[in-house]
């Protein structure tokens, strides 16, 4: 479905949800008033620039406790589609499952699960993918596009197509095959860097480097079944943390 403005794909399309509506049903806008991101921050998007879209996820047996490996999954089939357009040197997913060009986010990924009893009864998934934007007004930290990367202009609904079929193909294969390719991939896989707990500070996901209080170095050591991420002070302390707890200093 395509609507030329809305709010927020994400919300449309949990008004409108029934038993009826198919997997990977999709609510795709040029404008989003009110665009949603991780932990409740907005979505700078120039109107007609950029892919914006929420899709309807539907699989059976996914127990609320395993709901990571939709994140995985969403994640990497993004990855494989943007591999075909951009080199595949800087291109890297962030925990939980943004997609970054080095040290820029190039799509925010929102994943919103409703629970049936134990189970995952059905996903909704925002996507905003930075496409052909070259300004931004936001006091977002690190936007980039796909056109301020390669100086091309890309069809938004080429992109959207070619993700839906990456879905199709990675949703047959098994969690190890697609966790491998995550962790592949993965933005500060190796080396030291620099985080802050969320506690100390509440700026966005990820922050400038400049005068952040709380700041230390860590390395990665690993992601838990309940997709948890495992990060090694300096001290050789382990410490595990969840979404909210943990911010990545750039």
């Known amino acids: 479905m395509y609507i030329s403005e809305t709010y927020s794909t994400s919300t449309l399309l949990n008004e409108q ?13 040029d404008f989003q008033t009110a665009g949603r991101g991780q932990a409740g921050n907005g979505w700078e998007s120039e109107r007609g620039k950029n892919l914006l879209f929420s899709t309807l996820l539907r699989y059976e047996n996914i127990m609320a406790t395993k709901q990571w ?32 060009w080095g040290n820029n986010k190039l799509v925010g990924i929102l994943i919103e699960n409703a629970l049936i009893g134990k189970n ?35 069809p938004v609904e080429e992109i959207l197509e070619s993700w839906i079929c990456a879905m199709k193909s990675w949703e047959l294969r098994h969690t190890e095959e697609i966790e491998t390719a995550y962790l592949q991939h993965l933005y500060r896989r190796e080396g030291w860097h620099t985080y802050v707990e969320r506690e100390v500070s509440t700026a966005p996901t990820a922050i400038a480097q400049q005068g952040v209080e709380g700041a230390f170095l860590a390395q990665f050591i690993g992601i838990t079944e309940q997709g948890e991420l495992i990060l090694r002070k300096e001290n050789n302390e382990e410490k595990t943390y969840h979404f909210k707890q943990i911010r990545f200093v750039i």
Request: net charge neutral; aromatic share 10%; glycine share 4%.
């Open 17 to 29: 949800y029934s038993d009826a509506l198919p997997h990977l049903y999709t609510i795709r806008t």
């Open 69 to 100: 490996r939709l994140s995985m999954l969403v994640a990497v089939a993004l990855w494989d589609v943007l591999a075909n357009y951009l080199p595949k040197e800087k291109l890297t997913i962030k925990w939980p499952n943004d997609i970054y």
């Open 120 to 154: 995952v009864g059905h996903s909704v998934v925002g996507i905003g993918v930075n496409v052909n934007q070259t300004e931004w007004t936001s006091n977002a930290p690190n936007p980039i596009s796909m056109c301020q990367i390669t100086g091309k202009e890309y």
